[in-house]
C-alpha cells in the first residue's frame, strides 16, 4: 500500500522529456528548468554543452533557487542563473528569492507580496508549491547557508556572521539550534566542546549504534563490528568530546528496539543533526510514512513540490544519519525495487519485511 501523499506539481513534464531535452542539448528548455548531477554538484541549463552526466545522477529543477536550496552551484560555462525565464509563476517565484538575498533583515510576507504586486495568498501559495519551502523558510536557509560556508572556508563567526547579513549576533543565535543543531561558535569549531554520549547493541540487525548530544538523537548507524561504528562517528564528529554511555541511553536504546518490533510504531525522538533546507523537507516527510508502509523516491519529490528532484531525494535519503528515525527504508523505486540503502540492502529487506509481517499481527 502506498502513502497518499500530497502533491504540488510544477514541473508537469514527466523525467523522459526532460532528460530528452536536456540530451539533445535543447536551447527551447532554457529557462523552463535546469538539471543538477549529483557527482559534481553542479547545475546547468539544458543547452549546456558540458559533457552529459549519466542518468541516474541527474536531477531536475524549475528553477536555479531550487536547484541552490538543494545544495547544487551553478555552471560557470553555460551560466543558468542567466537563462531567461518565461513562465510568469517561475518569474514571481525567482522574482522573490533575489528580492530575499538582498534583504538584509526578515520581510513581511504582506510587505513582500506588496512589493510583488500580488495577494499574500498568491504569492506564498505559489511561492511553496515551487520551491517545497516558504519564503520565511528559503529567507533563513539562505542566511544560515552563507553562514555555515563562510565559518568552513575559515572566516571568524564575527566576520561570517555580519557577512551573511545578520545585524547582531542575538539574530544568528536565536534560530541557531534550528539550523545549526549548535551553536554558531561550535559549529564554527567542527563541534569542539560538545560531548556525544554513545552506545552500540545488540538488534535484529546487527549491532547498533545510537549516539546523544544534550539537545537530542544526532546518530543512528548500523553494521557488523563495534570498531566500524566507532569510527564513522568519530570521523563524523572529529572534534567533539566521545563517552560511551550504556547505562545513561539505556531508555533512548529501548525506545528503538520497541520500535523495531513494532511496539513503538512511531519514533519521535528529539534530534539534533545538521539539515539543508533540501534535506530538511525530504527527512520531514519521510517522518510521515506510516510503519509497514513505502513510497517511491518519485512520490516523496512530488510531495515536497520538486517532482524532477527525484535523484536528489535519493541523495538526502542516502546521507540519513539516523536510521530508523528518519525511516529512509521506507522509499523505494517505481518498479518497487528496493533501490540503495546507507547501511546495506539486506537490512533494508529484513526491515521492510518485518515491519510488514508486524503490522499483519
Known amino acids: ?58 536531477s531536475f529543477f524549475s528553477l536555479p533557487e531550487a536547484a541552490e536550496q538543494a545544495g547544487y552551484r551553478a555552471c560557470l560555462r553555460c551560466q543558468p542563473t542567466r537563462a531567461r525565464i518565461l513562465d510568469p509563476q517561475i518569474k514571481l517565484v525567482q522574482s522573490v528569492c533575489r528580492y530575499l538575498d538582498a534583504a538584509e533583515d526578515s520581510v513581511k510576507l504582506s510587505d513582500l507580496a506588496t512589493a ?81 554520549n554513545y552506545t552500540i547493541v545488540d538488534s535484529p540487525l546487527g549491532r547498533l549504534l545510537v549516539a546523544t548530544t544534550d539537545r537530542g538523537v544526532c546518530a543512528v548507524t548500523m553494521g557488523d563490528r563495534d570498531e566500524q561504528l566507532e569510527t564513522s562517528l568519530k570521523t563524523e564528529f572529529p572534534e567533539a568530546k566521545l563517552e560511551r554511555s550504556d547505562s545513561a541511553l539505556r531508555e533512548v536504546v529501548e525506545l528503538v528496539m520497541h520500535h523495531l518490533s513494532a511496539k513503538q510504531p512511531r ?56 536510521a530508523l528515525v528518519i525511516p529512509c527504508h521506507r522509499v523505494v523505486r517505481e518498479d518497487k525495487t528496493l533501490g540503495g540503502y546507507r547501511w546495506g540492502l539486506d537490512r533494508k529487506k529484513k526491515l521492510l519485511e518485518q515491519e510488514k509481517r508486524l503490522t499483519k499481527i
Open 1 to 58: 500500500m502506498r502513502l497518499a501523499l500530497k502533491e504540488t506539481n510544477h514541473i508537469e513534464r514527466n523525467e523522459d522529456e526532460l532528460w530528452q531535452a536536456v540530451v539533445s542539448r535543447d536551447a527551447r528548455y532554457d529557462g523552463q528548468f535546469v538539471f543538477a548531477v549529483s557527482s559534481t554538484h553542479i547545475y546547468c541549463r539544458p543547452s549546456c554543452p558540458s559533457r552529459r552526466a549519466n542518468r541516474e545522477r541527474v
Open 116 to 196: 510583488m504586486g500580488v495577494s499574500s495568498f498568491h504569492l506564498q501559495r505559489t511561492f511553496k508549491n515551487i520551491m517545497g519551502i516558504s519564503p520565511r523558510q528559503y529567507f533563513s536557509a539562505r542566511k544560515f547557508g552563507s553562514f555555515k560556508s563562510k565559518v568552513r572556508e575559515g572566516q571568524s563567526v564575527t566576520t561570517a556572521l555580519y557577512d551573511s547579513g545578520f545585524n547582531s549576533s542575538s539574530r544568528l543565535y536565536e534560530n541557531a539550534a534550528d539550523e545549526l543543531g549548535m551553536t554558531p561558535a561550535t559549529y564554527g569549531r567542527g563541534g569542539r566542546g560538545v560531548t556525544i
Open 267 to 322: 519514533l519521535d525522538l528529539p534530534l539534533d543533526i545538521r539539515a539543508t533546507a533540501f534535506q530538511r523537507l525530504v527527512w520531514e516527510k519521510l517522518r510521515t510514512i506510516p510503519y509497514g508502509e513505502t513510497v517511491s523516491y518519485g512520490d516523496v519529490a512530488k510531495a515536497i513540490g520538486n517532482p524532477g528532484a527525484v535523484r536528489a531525494v535519493g541523495h538526502a535519503c542516502a546521507t540519513n544519519p539516523v
